[in-house]
C-alpha cells in the first residue's frame, strides 16, 4: 500500500518499522471522532471555496459509508496505513477518487488527532460525570434508609465518636461532589478547538477555524498553532482528575473491604458481589472492592505514564506524544468500570445495624461528650479534658464502661458533674447532640441530604 508520505521516499519502510511506529492497534477507538471531524474541516473547506461543493459532499458520504463499514466491523484497518487517521484518508481516496484528495488540505495529523482525543475525551468527560451522578445518588438513597444508624466514627483507626452512617456515606457523596467539579472544570480547558493549527504553524490557505470550532461544539479556536500540536495538557488534567476520583473510591473501597471482616463484622456484600476460595470452601470475598483498590495503582501510573512523556519534550510535535492515548484509554476504561461496579454492589450490600450501634458505644467513645458536659458547667475545655482522661483512666483500670460509673464516684473527679450527665453518654444522645453545622446529628445530616436532593 502507497503511503501518502511516500514523495520523497525511494526506499520502502521497515515491516518492523511499520510494527513499531503503528498506532492503530490502540487508536482506532477514534474513528467516530475522526470522521466527525473530517466532516466538518471538508465543509469548511467547501464554505471557503477551497474545495468545491460537491467535493465535500462526495467527502462527506465517502466518510458516512466508511463510518457505516466500520461500524458493522467491516472495515479492514491496516497496520502499513500507521493510524487511523491516514486509515480512513487512504480509503475515502480508494472510494472516492481525487476529492478524498482534497480532504487533508489545511490540516495536518498533528491537529487532526488533538482533536480526535479532545473530542473523545469530552465524551468520555461527560460519560464519567454521569457515572459518579449515578453513584452519589445510590450513596445518598442508602445514606437516607439509614438516617438512624449509629456507627463509630474513627480516627487512627480508633473509635473516636459515635456518628451515624448516613454522615459517613456523605462523606463520600461530598468527595466525589468535588470530583464531579474538577472533571466539569476540565472541560473548559478541553472544549478548545485545534484543527486548523495544521503542522505547527497554521497555513496560506483561508481557513475559517471559528467556524468548524462552532460546527464540532467548541467555544473557541485555539489561539497558537505552536502550542496546539504540542499540548497535551487536557490529557494530563483527565488524568489528574481521574487520579484523585480513584483514590476516593480506593478509601471507600477499603473500608468496605474492612467491614465485611469477621473483626469489624458491620456489612456483608451479597453473593454476586463476591467471590469464593479454589481452596477454602469457607470463603466468600470482597474481590470487587480489592480491585477497585487495585486498578487505583494503574491509574496512578497512567498520568505519571503520560507526565514522564511530556516531560522536557521541545516544541511542537514529537511522535512520542503518539504514546498518550495509551494511558489514557486505560484509564478511561478502569475508572469507568470502577464507578460502575461500585454502583452495582452497593444497593445489595447490608448493614449490621446491631453491631455497629452496640460497636458504637464501646471504648469510652463519649469521652468528648463528658469533657464538653464540664465545659458547659463552666470547666475550661482543657481542664475538662483532663478530669476526663482520668475518668477513662479510672475506668480502664476497672474494665468498665463510661455509663457503668457512679454518680459518687464521678464527683470524686469533679464536683459539678450531676447525674444529668448520664444522658450525654447514650451514643445516640452524643450523635443527636452534634448539631453544628456539618456535624453527625440527624437534624444536620437530613439537611444535607435535603441539600444533595437538590443538587443530584
Ligand atoms: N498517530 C499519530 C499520533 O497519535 C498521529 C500524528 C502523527 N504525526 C506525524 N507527524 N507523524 O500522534
Not at 1 to 17: A, C, D, E, I, N
Not at 283 to 299: F, M, Q, S, W, Y
Amino acid at each position: 500500500m502507497k503511503k501518502p508520505w511516500s514523495g520523497r521516499f525511494t526506499h520502502k519502510t521497515s515491516g518492523l518499522v511499520e510494527s513499531f511506529t503503528e498506532s492503530i492497534s490502540f487508536d482506532k477507538r477514534l474513528w467516530r471522532h475522526d470522521i466527525r471531524g473530517s466532516i466538518a474541516h471538508a465543509k469548511m473547506l467547501a464554505k471557503q471555496g477551497i474545495i468545491t461543493a460537491r467535493e465535500a459532499a462526495a467527502i462527506e458520504k465517502g466518510l458516512l459509508e466508511i463510518a457505516a463499514e466500520i461500524e458493522a466491523g467491516k472495515f479492514r484497518f491496516r497496520n502499513e496505513l500507521e493510524d487511523i487517521h491516514m486509515n480512513i484518508e487512504a480509503e475515502l481516496a480508494r472510494k472516492i477518487g481525487p476529492a478524498g484528495k482534497k480532504l487533508h488540505t489545511a490540516r495536518s495529523r498533528n491537529d487532526q488527532v488533538a482533536l480526535d482525543i479532545r473530542l473523545y475525551l469530552r465524551e468520555e468527560t461527560e460519560d464519567i460525570i454521569s457515572r459518579i451522578l449515578q453513584l452519589q445518588k445510590t450513596l445518598l438513597t442508602i445514606a437516607e434508609k439509614h438516617i438512624d444508624t449509629i456507627m463509630p466514627g474513627y480516627t487512627h483507626l480508633q473509635r473516636a465518636q459515635p456518628v451515624l452512617l448516613s454522615h459517613h456515606l456523605l462523606a463520600y457523596l461530598e468527595m466525589i461532589e468535588r470530583d464531579k467539579g474538577r472533571f466539569m472544570d476540565s472541560l473548559k480547558r478541553l472544549n478548545v478547538l485545534p484543527l486548523g493549527a495544521c503542522a505547527l504553524a497554521g497555513t496560506t490557505l483561508p481557513t475559517d477555524r471559528a467556524f468548524v470550532a462552532k460546527e464540532l461544539g467548541f467555544k473557541t479556536a485555539s489561539a497558537n498553532s505552536i502550542d496546539t500540536v504540542s499540548d497535551r495538557d487536557f490529557a494530563v488534567e483527565f488524568l489528574s482528575c481521574a487520579c484523585i476520583c480513584i483514590m476516593h473510591l480506593s478509601r471507600f473501597a477499603e473500608e468496605l473491604v474492612l467491614w465485611s471482616t469477621e473483626e469489624f463484622g458491620f456489612i456483608e456484600i451479597s453473593d454476586a458481589f463476591t467471590t469464593g476460595s479454589s481452596i477454602m470452601p469457607q470463603k466468600k470475598n470482597p474481590d470487587v472492592a480489592e480491585l477497585v483498590r487495585g486498578k487505583t495503582g494503574r491509574i496512578y501510573g497512567n498520568l505519571m505514564s503520560l507526565l514522564t512523556l511530556m516531560k522536557g519534550l521541545p516544541l511542537s510535535y514529537n511522535r512520542d506524544m503518539q504514546e498518550d492515548k495509551i494511558p489514557l484509554f486505560d484509564t478511561v476504561d478502569t475508572l469507568k468500570a470502577c464507578l460502575e461496579v461500585m454502583n452495582a454492589m452497593l444497593p445489595g450490600m447490608t448493614f449490621n445495624k446491631q453491631r455497629m450501634a452496640a460497636t458504637a458505644g464501646q471504648g469510652y467513645s463519649t469521652a468528648t461528650d463528658i469533657a464538653e458536659y464540664l465545659v458547659k458547667k463552666g470547666v475550661p475545655f482543657r481542664e475538662a479534658h483532663e478530669i476526663t482522661g482520668k475518668i477513662v483512666l479510672d475506668c480502664i483500670k476497672k474494665k468498665i464502661e463510661l455509663h457503668e460509673i457512679s454518680l459518687k464516684e464521678l464527683k470524686s473527679f469533679s464536683p459539678v458533674i450531676g447525674k444529668d450527665v448520664f444522658p450525654t453518654l447514650d451514643p445516640a444522645a452524643s450523635v443527636r447532640a452534634r448539631s453544628s453545622y456539618g456535624g453527625t446529628s440527624p437534624s444536620q445530616v437530613l439537611k444535607q441530604i435535603k441539600r444533595y436532593k437538590k443538587i443530584l
